[in-house]
């Protein structure tokens, strides 16, 4: 029997000796890589805190005190200990335990997560509630380097900090760069500071700055040469003091030791302190520390050598083909400028960040700051290419309205993952864009029904005197071949891919395969659905779809978006402005709920996006025809 | 002739001399004053940066240089400089200039501003974009202390500082506390220091830097005390240089003197600059100096006293009734805790946060923040109730569908100033909260009719177990009483207020009186209209609804929002869900356009939100029966 076979709970954990702790970490690393490697998953990043999780559930009592994990792809460990060990193999799997923390999984998470840089917020939050209260417990907020970018970890931390309460912030650090000379600090801090010493030290300060020569003219001098010798010493905590956090570290995040023993006299501070770790990515698995981006999320591999199981996809994703587009393009358009909010990778960019760094702009998880930023750059005649995924760009909905389509600036919102994106679940689901973009006036809004129309748009928003989104979904396109030479798709206009007079059959994106298989099997059953190919979703092709609306009285709408307020929606708004009362209409999409995580297929069918979906509700616009007609005759 | 009336533009300011600018000064606040004091308008931000806005256009060469002016309500002295000198008596009056800086208004004003913090994000992308092209020009971002709590703009330094581009930020500066003892240094910085000089300091610096003792064991110690006695005094900069931005000041806002020669010096400088400026608010008239927070944003007053012109309105505002409600709920309900984004006075929480100080959060302008940190506050068993206006929850949208939706927190919204809000114009009316909230899973949307209704929505919301919104208008309410002990309203429920045959007008929230003024002149017509206030938006009251809208066959929706998504959509939503494709429908809303500034009453008779508009567009669904029928009578 394993250390790990034995902790159900964190209570179980306590009974250890220190001493067999690095063991249990072993143990607890095999386990993560054992099932991501089978599961895929976020590895390098659970890997790199595994000792953190430990020395937290070993000193703290977790769910009395609350630990909030930022973003919350690193919480593997924090499932294993906390009564999922045995579900633990089912890690984002249709109907297995979440890749997030989750509220409703286990009263051990404290909060959801998975979009950055919120855990202070939330922390500070149940602090206040907290006292408010009148009770006691810690309350713990681990946040990453990467998180520390994003606006709202900013905000948090400056209400936080000059609050005074036992609020503990931990900064898990795993890429900022640290001066070599600031190791010997870290030992020293770790290894014996307790609290008493720690408010000595305190006392000693105060004493030794009030020694400090008298203010006077030269002051500005001093303050410079004090200014300059502190920033090369201590710069990290610099900015968390000013904060008002009592500063901590950085101290080495692998080692048990320095971690337990910090983590026991912070226990004992009643007060905003800000403890910087630093880890490793991937630490303990050779394959991931030598390539911590790679292994950052990951599909299945061989556990042995590192290598992808995955069978090479047939066709070229949305994202490839959209990041070699931009290369392509921006050869001849030196307009073109390129924005991430940190996910160069993910957006498919990096080869138009090695080729134009000039015109390439990362801005960290900073998405209302890349938006904004993208308006000053179009106000100066740059074409920006904003390239965020669909659940992300939530973030800069504000600036996409009052910084973008206020002045009609030419920004173009580069969408990935719009749609259902599968085993990360619904915090990174992207089915809210097309609802929330719709009524912002000046906003031009596409969807690709394959890989080729997205090459086509891009050349369409380039042409474009103002802001337009393109939204196209996670993973393998259509296998379509990419016509480098093909011109721009027209501005507001579809296309009209099947005829038919029974049915309309309306189809945004990639719903467009699914509608040619649903109009295959109605024309097997007697009835023949036209299809369009809808293209925009504003505006709308209003000539194309009115004409096959009255030809066929019956229309279905398809997206792989929420029901309300999207492209179906806007297909009933345009329908009531022209006065057609009289068309029978069905719309398939995502009903008002959240949608779990699992393979995207598999979620797109429970939801109804699908072949048999849209015959069904074919079937059921069909059956309307007699109750018109029906009250119609009653004279009405 | 005045000094003013002699500047068409900042050229013919540059040919007075510097002995003539204090007379300048005071004739603009004159000029500003006077106006203001007839339209109303922000007075207090304006008159703190009258030589500020002197001196910058009196050193760079705008719009060669380029000035962001960050919220842009204190950019009066601005406009009066750049060529709208005689167009500014129709300051934020209807077809008149706007009170903010508006691209489309003028070649000065470098980027459309009115929500908080994002020049500094404008700013860098002016500033990348000039030097993609190879162009030169000072990129100059003026933004207040208040603005800083923004998280774009902290990310906004975050990247700006590192780039080394030329981009100057000024920080006007007019409540942050500043030790006493940085005066000396501020004088001594703007006097004195040419950019060869900073240069030459520079050096001085690193040779002192490299002279400390060497690093040993007593890093620690060493580290701590620069550390304390650098925070002692020059606080202010510590952070702004963790940012790496140079930092020079703090410099006196109003001594026209220093300012010109800190920015000549500075014009040299080549890098990202941060000049902390001091002002203060109101400067110059002293209603404003002695109540800057009531001169903040005013109504029309008395010159001489500053007393306001306005007539008290008959009945007490949305904002009021909802702050006083929150007093009494607040008295018998310990849960109960409020949260605003630096508006305690505008959302009406001054007396709540007196009461319960340690309820009330104002978490400055952190709209992101404040949604998630109450999110944090509602797991742990307290009622938040998040005060923020329509426009600036924009900001926070991706936490209130995140932090707030997925796990269903009895988060309650009171969105204020939903709708058009008049004379700030578009960056400031609300006409986006109900399709941006709709398709949130688990949100809950209501619109009271009255002042009563939401006093009773308030009690609903806090006995509901999920998110739900307020959403209520700008200005004074109905006049209707309001019952202290009336019951909550009925979750999900409408009423039916005027019954009706031939036509149902759907009313959400204020546009019921209108509504009901519409079906009394169709009436006189000989048009029976029946009337619904429905109270929610979501859900939507079906079974009302679908009754009368079966028993009309025309239905008419009305809201102050846009059409795109809103109430009107999700109507048209429910009815093809219902499968009633016989129902002739118009909606009444806002086109797909930005709507300009004015009087709110204005607006909406322009916008069609009005008695006539409804009846016109009830006549159109009207005529729409005959070709239903004529249709129908095909035999489709
Ligand atoms: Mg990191
Ligand atoms: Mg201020």
């Known amino acids: 029997m394993t250390l790990l076979d034995q902790i159900d709970t964190p209570e179980d954990l306590k009974k250890l000796d220190r001493s067999q702790l690095p063991q249990l970490a072993r143990e607890i690393r095999d386990n993560i890589v054992d099932v991501v490697s089978k599961n895929g998953g976020h590895l390098a990043s659970s890997l790199g805190v595994v000792e953190l999780t430990i020395a937290v559930h070993y000193v703290f009592d977790v769910p009395f005190d609350k630990v909030i994990w930022d973003v919350g792809h690193q919480a593997y460990a924090h499932k294993l200990l906390t009564g999922r060990r045995e ?116 006392g000693e300060f105060k004493k030794a700055m009030k020694a400090l020569p008298k203010v006077g003219d030269d002051i500005y001098q001093f303050a410079k040469k004090t200014e300059e010798s502190f920033k090369a010493f201590v710069t990290p905590g610099m900015l968390f003091e000013a904060f008002k956090f009592e500063y901590l570290g950085p101290i080495d995040g692998h080692n048990l030791e320095h971690l337990i023993d910090i983590l026991e006299n912070i226990k004992k501070l009643n007060k905003p302190v800000l403890l910087h770790v630093m880890s490793k990515k991937g630490m303990g698995y050779a394959p991931a520390e030598a390539n911590p981006v790679y292994f950052h999320g990951v599909g299945a591999f061989e556990k042995e050598t590192g290598n992808s199981m995955k069978a090479k996809p047939k066709a070229p994703s949305y994202t490839e083909v959209f990041g070699k587009s931009m290369v392509s393009l921006a050869e001849s358009d030196k307009r ?84 259902l994106v599968g085993e990360d679940g619904p915090t990174h689901h992207g089915l809210f864009d097309l609802a929330y973009l719709r009524p912002l006036p000046n906003m031009a809004i596409m969807a690709p029904a394959d890989e080729n ?39 507001g206009k579809g296309a009209l891919v099947r005829e038919g007079k029974d049915l309309l059959l309306l189809a945004i994106g990639t719903s467009l395969a699914t509608c040619m298989e649903a109009a295959e099997q109605l024309s097997q059953r007697g009835i023949e659905a036209a299809v369009i190919n809808a293209r925009f979703v504003k505006p709308l092709d ?94 009405r």
């Open 336 to 419: 073109i400028v390129a924005v991430t909010a940190a996910m160069p990778e993910g957006t498919g960019l990096t080869e138009f960040a090695a080729r134009f760094p000039d015109r390439f702009f990362d801005v960290g998880i900073a998405e209302q700051h890349g938006v904004t930023f993208a308006a000053g750059m179009a106000t100066e005649g740059m074409k920006p290419v904003v390239a965020i995924y669909s659940t992300f760009l939530q973030r800069a909905y504000d600036q996409i309205l009052h910084d973008v389509c206020l002045d009609r600036h030419p920004v173009i919102f580069a969408v990935d993952r719009g749609g």
């Open 542 to 635: 209003k000539d194309l779809i009115l004409t096959w609306a009255g030809t066929t009285g019956h229309v279905v709408t398809v997206e792989e978006h929420m029901k309300a307020g999207g492209f179906g929606s806007a297909v009933l708004e345009l329908f009531s402005d022209e006065g057609l009362s009289n068309i029978a209409t069905a719309r398939v999409g995502i009903e008002d709920h959240f949608v779990e995580h699992g393979p995207r297929e598999a979620l797109c069918r429970r939801q109804g996006i699908s072949t048999e979906g849209i015959v069904e509700a074919s079937f059921r616009v069909l059956g309307q025809t007699q109750s018109v007609t029906t009250l119609a005759g009653d004279g």
């Open 453 to 491: 129309e997205l090459r086509r748009m891009l050349k369409t928003a380039l042409d474009h005197d103002g802001p337009i989104a393109i939204r196209y979904p996670r993973g393998a396109g259509t296998g379509t071949a990419v016509d480098e030479a093909a011109p721009p798709l027209p501005f």
């Open 87 to 202: 579900a633990f193999p089912t890690l984002r799997t249709l109907g297995g335990i979440s890749g997030f923390p989750k509220v409703s999984e286990s009263p051990y998470d404290a909060f959801t997560t998975g979009h950055s840089s919120t855990s202070v917020s939330a922390g500070y939050g149940i602090s206040c509630a907290r006292d408010i209260k009148g009770e006691d417990g810690k309350v713990i907020s681990i946040i990453g380097d990467g998180s520390l970018t994003g606006g709202i970890a900013y905000e948090g931390l400056n209400q936080s900090g000059p609050s005074s309460r036992n609020h503990l912030v931990i900064l898990n650090d795993n890429e900022m760069s640290i001066a070599k000379n600031v190791g010997a600090l870290s030992s020293f801090l770790s290894r014996t500071f307790s609290a008493k010493y720690l408010q000595d030290l305190k």
